[in-house]
């Protein structure tokens, strides 16, 4: 039996134990609804036309988020590892930095930049910087160091070693930290979206809860969920490709 096969039989499990839960003990839908329930509820999101402007919103703003402080979390871990004393300098602000919480931002976000799109790509892409640069940083510190002797011999200059030897190397590291940043990113997005989003799925949340929908609020859950598994399994084929290559370079 695949291990695909056994997770969807786990999962049709799972499903059905909740359900008879939920009809034999009388459990009121109020407090946790059935996936009969839930289903009828996506289902008519979906149908109705509702559910995709939110999905949409959600995903630019993680999309962008991601990108932002992907970029900016693998630039600053490159300084920082080609620069140790400016790293010695740094990293205390930056781990400070770290150490807010992102909802407390959320207020000071609202005044700076308003409501709508920007605060919410912001708050995520502060989170997804963190794990950039500290897998930047890890994987340009593990590149063998006979390997960096042979290119200095070799006359290359800081900047050739840099991109043909000690990127190529920490490659894996730093893409295993673009994995954790996209789970991140969509936490940022939907965190950012309950203290300064008019629309998305976190707003849907928030709005959800407003009126006590606990079937649509369980609904969108599942999305989330959707929406971050798409993200998660597309990164991991970016991955694959771009180790393939780097491996028959």
Do not use: N
Not at 18 to 43: D, F, G, K, N, Q
Not at 90 to 99: E, G, N, T, V
Not at 212 to 241: K, N, P, Q
């Amino acid at each position: 039996m695949s291990a695909r096969l056994a997770s969807g039989l786990l999962l049709l499990a799972l499903l059905a134990a909740w359900e008879t839960w939920c009809r034999a003990a009388a459990v009121p839908a109020l407090i946790l609804p059935p996936p009969s329930a839930v289903a009828a509820t996506l289902w008519g999101e979906v149908a109705s036309g509702r559910l995709w402007p939110h999905l949409a919103v959600t995903a630019a703003e993680m999309t962008l988020g991601l990108a932002l402080g992907a970029a900016v979390g693998l630039g600053a871990g490159i300084l920082l590892a080609e620069s140790p004393a400016l790293g010695r300098v740094l990293r205390p602000y930056i781990l400070a930095s770290q150490l807010v919480p992102k909802l407390a931002l959320g207020p000071l976000l609202i005044i700076w930049f308003g409501f709508g799109l920007t605060p919410t790509v912001v708050v995520t892409a502060l989170i997804c910087f963190f794990p950039l640069m500290e897998t930047t940083l890890t994987g340009l510190a593990e590149v063998d160091p006979a390997r960096r002797e042979l290119f200095r011999m070799l006359g290359a200059s800081r900047l050739q070693t840099l991109l043909r030897l000690k990127l190529p190397a920490a490659l894996p590291v730093i893409l295993a930290g673009l994995r954790v940043a996209v789970v991140l990113a969509l936490v940022g997005a939907v965190v950012g979206e309950f203290v300064a989003g008019r629309a998305g799925l976190g707003a849907s949340i928030i709005a959800a809860q407003s009126v006590m929908d606990s079937s649509l609020i369980v609904a969108l859950f599942v999305v989330i969920t959707a929406l971050g598994m798409v993200f998660y399994e597309a990164v991991r084929a970016l991955e694959r490709l771009a180790l393939r290559r780097y491996r028959k370079g």
